[in-house]
Antibody, heavy 121, light 107 residues
């Protein structure tokens, strides 16, 4: 079955760079149509889409965060990494990675449990 | 960016009630719309995609309709486990965008 899990620091200081890893199983990011996305949710607020990487290494970013975001896939491992530079307290949120594929309309059908990242000095 | 606007933002309902949540896109998105359910402290769960296609394993009391700019999620008979926050999301174009959420609370 498909599973995803986010790992990374729980606390970062302002101006630091956040690096999160999504480790997945049950699917291959080399399969046509498959993608892994990142979505975040500040405490008590709505979901915000951040980035998505597809099987062909096609990468898409939120325009409002594009200058700070990088998404990569380690092809030797089942891992997708998200980096967000110049962290600010407003970036405090639970960060989720999620699976996407054509059979579910390219929507996010499997999600990780999420990881809460707090930005504070 | 395509803006997704949900209404209402919150509502109170009783078990057994028929509940309707609407989502409006700022421009036409055909049927590129999904609905998610999120419970406190949990990841969102995909309920419906393609505006009206029920995700595998989702109870049939959930249904979706609409196309273009106006969409609806209906819960035919609200169950205790359905009290949650519901989000719509469009996948017609990048960036993907979510609605602000509709919290369904117990009356």
């Amino acid at each position: 079955q498909i599973t995803l899990k986010e790992t990374g620091p729980t606390l970062v200081k302002p101006t630091q760079t956040l690096t999160l890893t999504c480790t997945f199983s049950g699917f291959s990011l080399s399969t046509s149509g498959v993608g892994v996305g990142w979505i975040r949710q500040p405490p008590g607020k709505a979901l915000e889409w951040l980035a998505l990487i597809y099987w062909a290494n096609d990468k898409r970013y939120s325009p409002s965060l594009k200058s700070r975001l990088t998404i990569t896939h380690d092809t030797s491992k089942n891992e997708v990494t998200l980096t967000l530079t110049n962290m600010d307290p407003v970036d405090t949120a639970t960060y989720y990675c999620a699976h996407s594929e054509p059979s579910s309309g390219w929507f996010f059908d499997y999600w990780g449990q999420g990881t809460l990242v707090t930005v504070s000095s | 960016d395509i803006q997704m606007t949900q209404s209402p933002s919150s509502m109170s309902a009783s078990a057994g009630d028929r509940v309707t949540i609407t989502c409006r896109a700022s421009q036409g998105i055909s049927s590129w719309l999904a609905w998610y359910q999120q419970k406190p402290g949990k990841a969102p769960k995909l309920l419906i995609y393609g505006a009206s296609i029920l995700q595998s394993g989702v109870p049939s009391r959930f249904s979706g309709s609409g196309s273009g700019t106006d969409f609806t999620l209906t819960i035919s008979s609200l169950q205790p486990e359905d009290f949650a926050t519901y989000y719509c999301q469009q996948a017609a174009s990048f960036p993907r965008t979510f609605g602000q959420g509709t919290k369904v609370e117990i009356k």
